[in-house]
C-alpha cells in the first residue's frame, strides 16, 4: 500500500493556466508539507500544516495555495502558470510535525513542466 | 538562521570504493540529522537518522554516519560502494521546527 501519494505523476500544460496536484497519506500522520525540487536537485519547502492548519508558509507567490480538507489530505492550487513553476513537486507526511523526531515520508512527486 | 551545506556537488567513484559524503550544519541548539537517498525517478527515502545517544548510526543498505558535534557534521559513509548506490543524497536537518534539506550530492557509480 501507498503510504503517501501524489496525483497526477506527470502534469504537462501552458502558462497561463490553472492546475492541482493531490496528495493524500494513510499512515495517519498529523503534518503534511509541500517541497519543491528544481532542475538542479534542491529541495526547498513551501508549505506545511498541521492538522488542517498552515503552519509553515515560506515566501512563494500568492498563485500557490494549498489546501488540506482533512489531515490525510494537502492538495495544491496554482493559479496562473509561469515557466519557473517547473519542477518536480513532493507532497510529505510525519507526525508531530518537525518539532518532534519524525522522519518525513515522501510522495512519488509530481513532475510539473510548463509550456 | 538555521542551514545545511553539502559541499561535495557530484561525487564520482569506482564499485568497491569508499564513500564519504560531507554534510555540515548551523544552528546553535539541538538538532535532530537525517540523510535521505533519492534514486534516479524516484522519491526521497531515508537512509538514517540522528536524534540522541551514540552519535555512530547505521542505517540501511550498509550506510552509516558520524555526528560530530564540536564539527557541526554529519558525514555519511559507506565501506564500499555498488553501482545501485547512483543517486542523490540529502543530508536534513531539524532545528527551530523546520526540516532544512541541503543542496544534494550526486554520487555516480563506475561500474
Known amino acids: 500500500d501507498t503510504a503517501v501519494s501524489q496525483t497526477p505523476k506527470y502534469l504537462v500544460t501552458q502558462m497561463g493556466n490553472d492546475k492541482s496536484i493531490k496528495c493524500e497519506q494513510n499512515l495517519g500522520h498529523d503534518t503534511m508539507y509541500w517541497y519543491k525540487q528544481d532542475s538542479k536537485k534542491f529541495l526547498k519547502i513551501m508549505f506545511s500544516y498541521n492538522n488542517k492548519e498552515l503552519i509553515i508558509n515560506e515566501t512563494v507567490p500568492n498563485r500557490f495555495s494549498p489546501k488540506s480538507p482533512d489531515k490525510a489530505h494537502l492538495n495544491l492550487h496554482i493559479n496562473s502558470l509561469e515557466l519557473g513553476d517547473s519542477a518536480v513537486y513532493f507532497c510529505a507526511s510525519s507526525q508531530g510535525g518537525a518539532r518532534t523526531n519524525s522522519p518525513l515520508h515522501f510522495g512519488n512527486g509530481t513532475r510539473l513542466t510548463v509550456t | 538562521a538555521q542551514s545545511v551545506s553539502q559541499h561535495n556537488h557530484h561525487v564520482i567513484l569506482s564499485e568497491a570504493a569508499s564513500l564519504e559524503l560531507g554534510c555540515n550544519y548551523s544552528?546553535?541548539?539541538?538538532?535532530?540529522l537525517f540523510w535521505y537517498v533519492q534514486y534516479p525517478g524516484q522519491h526521497l527515502q531515508l537512509l538514517l537518522k540522528?536524534?540522541?545517544?551514540?552519535?555512530l548510526v547505521k542505517g540501511i543498505k550498509g550506510f552509516e554516519a558520524e555526528f560530530i558535534k564540536s564539527k557541526f557534521s554529519f558525514n555519511l559513509r559507506k565501506p564500499s560502494v555498488q553501482w545501485s548506490d547512483t543517486a542523490e543524497y540529502f543530508c536534513a536537518v531539524i532545528g527551530a521546527s523546520k526540516i532544512i534539506f541541503g543542496s544534494g550530492t550526486r554520487l555516480s557509480i563506475r561500474p
Open positions: 544552528y546553535g541548539g539541538t538538532v535532530n
Open positions: 540522528y536524534f540522541s545517544g551514540d552519535p
